[in-house]
């Protein structure tokens, strides 16, 4: 089947014909002919598959088909995505498809500045592509109106919604006009989002092109045993070895630095790509990776969203991720459009339950190649939540079991060496073994044998006299120094403190 079979305009299929599109998809065969309809959709599809052409298209030629009068130039269809990356590369899809058509589009993102963004909105859009996120903060301002909307497109909904995003998606919803036409895609289907799926869309058409659980077979899927330690000197002589890109994932942005700090150490070059970096940096960083300038691409699995270069070769998870879904995501990275690609997988003790998981989802036993020369040999287990990173009673660790015999060493030492006991410490085992409670006077030092109290110098001096706060003086002088008597006061002939303070005789005080 080829796409002028589909009831594509002339103006679009020209636009393909252009980018070397002739056939398309499983995923735009059953989607774009429905969307033309009309019709809601529920499509899952894995990344690569041509999903995002499959909602542009329609959505470009329903656009162009109805055009309104309106010198406003209100925004008439609105694209969700989870993060920057993945909503250039849909504005680039709408823009190089509709290159022949007029109508205008634009994307907004947080990290960077708005002006130019609300100048572009200012001067009219028909297709916005935007992140939740910088979208509810415009609203705010006053800058986007969705009054007009007439097609509604949520791309990577599951990932939308892990990251957080679902109060805001909840929120835009309600601005939407309740008559419109509804896109849901995703490259799988968590059981949690079934609920909203049911508040979003109206009769939908479901479409799939593979199962939820399914990995790309183009993808040949190794997996490698090393230790945590070790698994940067595995990574280093696979580089080298392989001249190619290569994308590795960590599970933090922190991990991903650390990554990219060894590799350039090792003469390996190597870039970030995560949250914490600006969209500057993270718009370098790919098109860098994208040049052939730099080798390796070291990004977390939410800044990965987005990345689509044919020619990748090689994925490698440095890291093993969490959700087995999570996998699937990572290695739909290589093997796109057709070509092949190849994944690597480095698995330390603790992370072999999430490659069962993985194995259990996919429904495949990924191959193991051997590591001879660094294998697996710490299997030391992880230590659970609220041990504070040690080891339990039960598994101590082999500093832990040194330690108790050191104690138990220092203990036995201590019963073995001869003490003398004080009359303080027989006075109170005495007391103990007769049930009486020891006298303190035969216990203190103060006290002889016969209970006299024994003579202490400081008995026999004056206790000194106590300072006036502030003055330095002692209560019992007055402020001339002279001898004050107790509990009598200032005699008449006194002269008071202040009574030189015209001369500047008196006392100065402090700044205050």
Do not use: C
Not at 190 to 209: N, Y
Not at 338 to 345: D, P, T, W, Y
Not at 397 to 410: G, I, N, P
């Amino acid at each position: 089947m080829e796409f002028k079979e589909l009831g594509i305009m002339p103006a679009i299929l020209n636009a393909l014909q252009d980018t070397g599109y002739t056939q398309p998809t499983p995923i735009q065969e059953q989607t774009i002919p429905v969307t033309l309809q009309g019709r809601d959709v529920l499509g899952l599809a894995q990344t690569g598959t041509g999903k995002t052409a499959a909602f542009a298209v329609p959505t470009l030629q329903l656009l162009a088909t109805n055009p309104r009068k309106d010198r406003r130039r209100p925004i008439r269809a609105l694209v969700l995505t989870p993060t920057r990356e993945l909503g250039m590369q849909v504005y680039e899809s709408f823009e190089t498809y509709g290159h022949h058509l007029p109508l205008k589009s634009t994307v907004i993102f947080g990290g960077v500045g708005q002006g130019k963004q609300v100048s572009a909105l200012r001067a009219g859009v028909d297709v916005l592509v935007a992140t939740p996120g910088r979208l509810v903060d415009l609203i705010n301002q006053g800058y986007v109106d969705l009054s007009s909307i007439e097609i509604f497109i949520l791309d990577e909904a599951d990932r939308m919604l892990d990251m957080g995003f679902i109060h805001d998606i909840r929120r835009l919803v309600k601005l939407l006009p309740k008559k419109k036409q509804t896109l849901f895609f995703s490259a799988t289907m968590p059981k949690e989002i079934t609920d909203i799926v049911d508040g979003l869309l109206i009769d939908p058409v479901h479409v799939s092109v593979a199962p939820v659980s399914s990995t790309v077979e183009t993808v040949t899927q190794t997996v490698q045993y090393v230790d945590q330690v070790n698994k940067i000197h595995l990574l280093e002589r696979f580089t080298k070895a392989n001249p190619g890109p290569v994308l590795v994932f960590t599970r933090t942005k922190r991990g991903a630095d650390r990554v990219v700090r060894d590799l350039m150490r090792r003469g390996v070059s190597a870039q970030a790509i995560h949250g914490n970096k600006s969209q500057n940096a993270r718009q370098m960083a790919l098109d860098n990776f994208k040049n052939y300038e730099t080798q390796v691409l070291v990004a977390t699995d939410i800044a990965a969203r987005g990345i689509d270069i044919n020619e990748l070769n090689y994925v490698i998870n440095y890291d093993m991720p969490d959700v087995p879904e999570t996998y699937v995501h990572r290695i739909g990275r290589t093997g796109r459009a057709g070509h092949s690609g190849n994944s690597l997988s480095y698995v330390s003790y603790n992370e072999i339950p999430l490659l069962k998981d993985i194995e259990a989802l996919t429904k495949q036993k990924i191959t193991v190649l051997e590591n001879l020369d660094f294998p697996l040999e710490d299997k030391t287990p992880k230590a659970k939540p609220g041990q504070g990173g040690r080891k339990s009673e039960k598994n101590p660790s082999k500093r832990d079991l040194e330690r108790q015999e050191a104690k138990r060493a220092k203990r036995r030492r201590f019963d073995d060496s001869p003490r003398v006991e004080s009359d303080k410490s027989a006075s109170k085992v005495n007391a103990r073994k007769s049930g009486k409670k020891s006298d303190r006077r035969f216990s203190d030092k103060r006290f002889d044998a016969n209970g006299e109290k024994k003579y202490d110098r400081r008995d026999s001096q004056p206790a000194k006299p106590k300072k006036v706060k502030g003055t330095g003086k002692p209560k019992d002088l007055n402020m001339r120094g002279e001898a004050r008597t107790k509990n009598a006061s200032r005699s008449f002939t006194e002269k008071p403190f202040y009574a030189d303070r015209k001369k500047g005789n008196g006392p100065k005080r402090g700044k205050r």
